[in-house]
């Protein structure tokens, strides 16, 4: 090395011509915040209910059965596991579509 720094900055005022250029206005930011506040809102429900849902299987499937039944448990969970991640994948995507 040579010792020599070089510092890097980007310019706002090129940024906002070029939004300009685009036909952005900084009114579409303030909208496309709220937009995206309300889809990350919605999301995080999307995915608590699907967080209760694993925490209902995980507590009271083994309540239902009894005591020696741990390897039907474990192996009835596992295609229960994929639907749910499914069905998650799908509400996320389709909240995301949704305007």
């Known amino acids: 090395m040579n010792g020599r720094r070089v510092v ?4 706002p005022v090129a940024v906002h ?3 300009r250029a685009l036909g952005l206005d900084a009114d579409d930011d303030a909208d496309g915040a709220d937009e995206t ?5 919605r999301q995080a429900r999307i995915a608590l209910s699907t967080v209760a849902m ?3 299987l995980l507590v009271g499937l083994p309540l ?24 998650q994948l799908r ?4 909240a995301e579509r949704r305007p």
Request: net charge positive; proline share 5%.
């Open 8 to 11: 890097v900055t980007r310019r």
């Open 17 to 19: 011509r070029a939004a």
């Open 37 to 41: 506040r309300r889809l990350m809102a």
């Open 54 to 56: 694993v925490v209902a």
């Open 64 to 87: 239902l059965t009894a005591p020696g039944d741990w390897l039907w448990v474990t192996l009835a969970l596992q295609p229960v596991w994929v639907a749910l991640a499914v069905i």
């Open 91 to 94: 509400r996320a995507e389709r």
